[in-house]
């Protein structure tokens, strides 16, 4: 166990501006009261804690081990190859984990806090089925039932995904579904309503509402999630042999990117290394909320029931259009995100489906690994970036996901 | 002018639930011996408030600084009167409060949203307080970033004051003894006064014990105001918490 972290890094007490709290909206139940019922309590606990390393538990260190932790740090050569001017490029392969995807490290401390409250079922929003998976398998491995709402557009694309929550021994409904009372509105005003995270969330909490020993866990956005998957971060400065010039990852609620670049963005501001490092988030254009959204109070859920928080979003209605990259089909950013790109220490880029997946393939034929779509957007952003690059330049970039469950992404670019 | 330590705050909202009721109730806090008073510049946006506390801005007799000024001299009631109000209502017009505060008695007046929406607002605000001779204060939550807590420190305010949830009044599952122990560890000699959700003498006493100077209740006192006698007992109640 000794390679795993053994502390999640809490970047709110670096940053150079506080975090604006959560706020209740003027009208209905106080959203902050209804976290008590909903959430875990180590969860809220960690949301609004003071301190710079939360310990994590060693039963959550030993799954995370058994898993695969730490995940592999790689140097992406043929990736080099292709780019062809000299530029070093690392990435580090959180698509090793048995979901295929970076969820695992927050799911299994959540799932576990949830067990630890007593909570016979968990229930989650999921994208593009990454989060649900991940969720489903800690659930498994913790011993309690997972229901995953699902955005209806993944939902009916991603089969594979669908079928494995469920091999998992999970409950997954596509959302609009008609389990809760805002599927049931949502399919009323649109019968083919392809779904959003922002909905499904809304579903999932309405679910736990609805019985007892249920707990809602969220797949991004609140800093405890971001916090969880710092573990990324803290791995890949150990095993990284030099300091690099840019790192990259991309961003739905800003998890993935968040886990990868806050232990480095944290040691800048502090004063303790990477002083020259640069730091890109890409987003996709179906979801713009960094290059083209508000910076103001927003509920995270499009049903209104969390409390609001202070983040750049295209607000809480914005439905995205359908998108292969479904894990980036999220309207906000995590308020401690939104911080860091208005204060300028992060850089925004966005790019279309087609662009990342044209990147996506070229990894893939030079590195031998199918990307997630989501990881192909960050993929696209360091070949860009690589060839304005100097020699000898280094990027770090996460691999946040494989592809080998985004088959119809990956059918679209190879139709003749 | 310092707070004695340990010390006992009570936070009322100018003239809720009416001028008269307010200065009734003042009167008796003044028995009551509190060690300071924050009272609140009733608003129509308290975004950071709680239930309670939002009712009472809304059931305000008076709004804003008219509200204030129901009271000529609040350290008839009070050693350590503070005024609180949100920046946001007073953009343009920081010198007006600071002057209705120095012209009511307050010690100082404490925004609750200076650092998180308006932090290019610092300096001016110190600037403010300073050239009319009121002391600084500020509010910080648990999640503040240490290098900022550390420089307002510097700035030698009568007192920080952390909020322990994340509005007045509702408590979630915080280990806010832990909080308070953190934060102790970076304000150095500061007052730390704590508040938000304080209900009971248990509470004061752990607060206390984990390096709060002072203690505020809010949302419980404003919750018994319409029996006074409760409302005070209450209070004498929570005393009893801040020594062993």
């Known amino acids: 166990m000794s390679n795993v972290p053994t502390h999640w890094y809490n970047i709110a007490v670096d940053l150079p501006k506080p975090l604006p709290p959560p706020m209740d909206p003027y009208d209905g139940e106080s959203r902050i009261g209804l976290l008590n019922r909903i959430m875990p309590s180590e969860l809220l606990h960690q949301e609004f804690t003071s301190l710079m390393y939360v310990p994590i538990p060693d039963e959550v260190r030993e799954i995370y081990v058994r898993l695969g932790r730490p995940t592999p740090l790689r140097r992406a050569r043929g990736l080099e190859r292709l780019i062809g001017n000299g530029v070093k490029v690392y990435y580090k392969f959180e698509g090793a984990l048995p979901g295929g995807s970076h969820k695992l490290n927050t799911a299994v401390p959540q799932v576990y806090y949830a067990f630890k409250d007593g909570a016979k079922e968990v229930a989650t929003e999921t994208g593009a089925g990454q989060w649900g998976l991940a969720v489903s398998i800690a659930a498994a491995l913790i011993g309690i039932r997972a229901v995953v709402f699902m955005t209806k557009s993944s939902y009916l694309s991603k089969r594979q995904r669908v079928m494995f929550m469920r091999t998992y021994g999970a409950t997954v409904y596509p959302s609009p579904s008609e389990v809760t009372k805002y599927g049931v509105e949502a399919i009323k005003a649109n019968p083919n309503h392809p779904g ?152 925004t880029r966005a790019y279309t489906q087609e662009e990342a997946l044209e990147a996506g393939v070229l990894f893939a034929r030079s590195e031998g690994i199918i990307p997630a779509p989501e990881s192909s957007h960050a993929i696209r952003a360091v070949i860009d970036e690589a060839k304005k690059m100097p020699k000898g330049s280094v990027i770090l970039f996460n691999l946040s996901g494989h592809g080998l469950l985004d088959p119809d992404a990956y059918e679209r670019v190879n139709a003749p | 002018m310092g707070i004695s330590r340990p010390a006992l705050g009570l936070y009322l909202t100018a003239t809720y639930p009416s001028t008269r009721r307010f200065l009734e109730v003042l009167d008796k806090v003044r028995d009551a011996e509190v060690d300071f008073l924050e009272v609140g510049i009733p608003t129509r946006n308290p975004k950071y408030d709680g239930p309670v506390i939002r009712m009472a801005h809304r059931g305000a007799e008076l709004m804003g600084l008219d509200a204030v000024k129901a009271v000529d001299d609040y350290s008839k009631y009070s050693r350590v009167p503070v005024l609180m109000g949100y920046v946001s209502d007073y953009l343009n017009s920081l010198n007006d409060v600071a002057k209705v505060a120095k012209d009511v008695g307050a010690a100082t007046v404490l925004f609750p949203d200076l650092i998180f929406d308006y932090p290019e607002l610092i300096g001016k605000y110190v600037e403010v307080m300073r050239s009319n001779g009121l002391a600084l204060s500020f509010f910080i939550s648990s999640k503040t970033p240490y290098r900022l807590i550390r420089s307002l420190s510097e700035l030698k305010p009568l007192f920080i004051y952390l909020g322990l949830y994340a509005a007045t009044g509702i408590k979630l599952p915080i280990y806010i003894e832990q909080n308070v122990a953190t934060i102790r560890g970076i304000v150095g000699d500061s007052f730390l006064v704590v508040g938000f959700a304080i209900n009971s003498p248990d509470m004061v006493r752990s607060l206390i014990k984990a390096g709060a100077d002072g203690v505020v209740v809010g949302s419980a006192f404003i919750q018994r105001i319409s029996d006074l006698n409760d409302a005070l007992s209450f209070l004498k109640w929570l005393r009893g918490g801040l020594h062993e």
Do not use: W
């Open chain 1, 196 to 347: 959003s995270l922002g909905l499904a969330i809304s579903e999932a909490i309405d679910y736990v509402l609805q019985g007892e020993g249920r707990k809602y866990i969220p797949g991004s956005v609140l800093e405890f999630v971001l916090m969880h998957q710092t573990v990324i971060g803290q791995e890949a400065i150990s095993q990284i042999p030099e300091e690099p010039d840019l790192v990259v990852g991309c961003v739905g609620g800003g998890s993935n990117f968040a886990g990868l670049t806050y232990p480095f963005i944290g040691a800048k501001l502090r004063g303790e290394g990477f002083e020259g490092t640069r730091f890109l988030a890409v987003e996709s254009k179906a979801a713009p909320k960094l290059t083209q959204g508000r910076y103001e109070y927003d509920f995270p859920d499009s049903g209104g029931l969390l409390p609001m928080i202070r983040m750049l979003t295209l607000g809480h209605d914005y439905v995205p259009p359908p998108s292969h990259a479904a894990g980036l089909r999220y309207h906000g950013a995590a308020p401690s995100l939104s911080l860091l790109v208005k204060e300028g220490i992060v850089e």
